[in-house]
């Protein structure tokens, strides 16, 4: 079958010939891949940001936010058969350990995070386990299924951070979204549906701001001016109740934590940046800086409802695994609206 492949740090993925994944454990599925989203974090394994942390074995498939058909199952697995469309969690769990009991995928003890230390979906097919599956309605049509794999990880990402946002808001409440890429363009739809306060989106780019607008952001700024006095400037200098940081380089997180206004929120989502703030603002304003990672699995299944529903839907743009380099070169200099997704089968 034909894989997209990380050979060494700092160079292009490699498309090639590689062997159908075996069946190996009890739960195992084998999943023919619909669409695999294209994220930022593939950027940064490529750069080798993740090479100590994720410690993967080269080569091996990126692809880390799938849906696919089931193709096969091995003896453990119940519930499910060959053609039944899904959704991965992105991470294989092992549904016993204390994070795995308290419903805390992204926590789990003896995980396995396919893309980023095994292989995962820029390919053909690829092997998961049954925990990680979310089965969607049999006759969903495949244009839907592969424009809801960015769900699998930009969507649960977006709607974790959102849900630890709602706690905060209020009407007459502003949250800020910094970032209108995959995942903030995804966020600005769950908060218009969730929530009542007024929505701020930054961004540095007009035509993400235009979406933004489109999606239902009240307010937009353009990052390349001021945002602080921006943002200052459209809450009548009390600043937001939350902002979440959806992009997380050192320029989102050196003015992040100066939007915020009274007991507000920082959420960072993004990642790459430092943070540097005095701890002097962080007491007289009572603010908190929080992370949020990814979500978890029944976050998943809330957030395919919502789509099911027709209450949110996914920016994005198809692509065929051989074109891989291009959407990263693309993706890195911010030129790709919503979600790119590769499409391994032709039909
Ligand atoms: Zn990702
Ligand atoms: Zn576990």
């Not at 079958?1 to 050979?7: D, E, I, K, Q, S």
């Not at 490529?46 to 089931?70: C, F, S």
């Not at 995928?105 to 690829?126: I, R, T, W, Y």
């Amino acid at each position: 079958m034909r894989a997209t492949r990380l050979h060494s740090y700092g160079s292009p993925l490699k498309i090639e010939e590689i062997e159908y994944p075996r069946i190996e454990k009890p739960f195992d599925v084998i999943v023919r891949i619909a669409g695999a989203g294209v994220c930022h974090t593939d950027l940064h394994i490529i750069q080798g940001m993740w090479k100590d942390i994720a410690r993967p074995k080269l080569p091996y498939t990126l692809g880390h936010e799938n849906t696919g058909y089931v193709e096969e199952v091995a003896s453990g697995v119940e519930g499910f058969e060959k053609g039944d469309p899904v959704i991965l969690h992105p991470l294989i769990t092992c549904g016993r350990c204390p994070a795995c009991r308290a419903g805390e995928d992204m926590h789990c003890e003896k995980s396995l995070f396919p893309g980023l230390n095994v292989d995962g979906g820029f390919a053909e097919f690829m092997r998961t386990s049954h925990r990680s599956l979310i089965k969607l309605p049999r006759d969903i049509d495949r244009s839907k299924l592969v424009e809801i794999a960015p769900l699998a990880d930009a969507g649960i990402t977006a709607y974790r951070a959102v849900k630890k946002a709602l706690k905060s808001l209020f009407p007459g409440s502003y949250v800020a979204v910094i970032g209108v890429g995959g995942l903030g363009h995804l966020g600005i739809q769950m908060l218009r549906i969730l929530s009542q306060a007024s929505i701020i989106a930054i961004d540095a780019r007009d035509d993400k701001l235009e979406l933004a607008s489109k999606l239902g952001a009240d307010y937009i700024v353009n990052a390349r001016r001021d945002p602080v006095a921006e943002v200052m400037k459209i809450t009548g200098g009390r600043g937001v109740n939350v902002a979440i940081d959806f992009f997380g380089g050192q320029a989102t997180l050196d003015y992040g934590p100066r939007i915020l206004g009274r007991m507000g929120r920082l959420i960072i989502v993004g990642y790459g940046g430092e943070l540097r703030f005095p701890s002097t603002s962080i007491i007289a304003l009572e603010i908190s800086l929080e992370g949020s990672l990814v979500g978890n699995y029944i976050e998943l299944r809330e957030l395919v409802n919502l789509y099911l529903r027709g209450s949110i839907r996914v920016i994005h743009e198809t692509h065929p695994l051989e074109d891989v380099n291009e959407v990263l070169e693309r993706l890195e200099r911010g030129e790709v609206r919503g979600r790119a997704v590769l499409v391994p089968h032709r039909s």
